[in-house]
């Protein structure tokens, strides 16, 4: 059974930085892309970003809105993806899911919570 | 970068109503366009992939049309699960843009 769980999350100011895990299981981790997602409070859902799977070298893009202050980056050895996150501020305040694939996103963690805020 | 809008935003209706959600992007897509579904509380649910493929396990009642600019979510049947908001997105280009979503209330 796939099952995706991401940690990491929590209440942290502006201009910190905070680190998201998804750890992965139930299928071969390095052969997949994963994907991060967020949803602010009562919003609509934002692409973050991904990073390609064993088969296209681990490339990496990002939304305009994260790019230079997020990096995705993943271990393949633990089946874990992250989300390095520096910089942070209010309006990345949001749940933020891991998913599996690019393309298509079949299964998606339950999210965790970021709150930034002082 | 592609946007996409759906319409409606929101709709009412019974159980055993037809539902129908439009999409529509900005420029053309080919058929890289997703459907999911979130309930409150909840991550997305991936319905439909390429359009109008029906992800494993999803009830047949549920389908997808479209290609190009305009797509469309079908709901034959609705049920009282499928009270829920749905979104589209889109694959063709990054960044990967969603609607802003469709919330389907009871009437």
């Known amino acids: 059974e796939v099952q995706l769980e991401e940690s990491g999350g929590g209440l942290v100011e502006p201009g910190r930085s905070l680190r998201l895990s998804c750890t992965a299981s139930?299928?071969?981790?390095?052969?997949?892309?994963m994907t991060w997602f967020r949803q602010a409070p009562g919003k609509g859902l934002e692409w973050v970003g991904f990073i390609g799977g064993r088969p296209y070298g681990g490339t990496t893009e990002y939304a305009a809105s994260v790019k230079g202050r997020f990096t995705i980056s993943r271990d393949d050895s633990k089946s874990i993806v992250y989300l390095q996150m520096n910089s942070l501020k209010t309006e990345d305040t949001a749940m933020y899911f891991c998913s599996r694939g690019e393309k298509i996103s079949d299964y998606w963690g339950q999210g965790t919570l970021v709150t930034v805020s002082s | 970068d592609i946007q996409m809008t759906q319409s409606p935003s929101s709709l009412s209706a019974s159980v055993g109503d037809r539902v129908t959600i439009t999409c529509r992007a900005t420029q053309s897509i080919s058929s890289y366009l997703n459907w999911y579904q979130q309930k409150p509380g909840k991550a997305p649910k991936l319905l439909i992939y390429?359009?109008?493929s029906l992800q494993s396990g999803v009830p047949s009642r549920f389908s997808g049309s479209g290609s190009g600019t305009d797509f469309t979510l079908t709901i034959s049947t609705l049920q009282p699960e499928d009270f829920a908001t749905y979104y589209c997105?889109?694959?063709?280009?990054?960044?990967?843009?969603f609607g802003q979503g469709t919330k389907v209330e009871i009437k």
């Open positions: 997105q889109q694959t063709y280009s990054t960044p990967r843009t």
């Open positions: 390429a359009a109008s």
């Open positions: 139930g299928f071969t981790f390095g052969d997949y892309a």
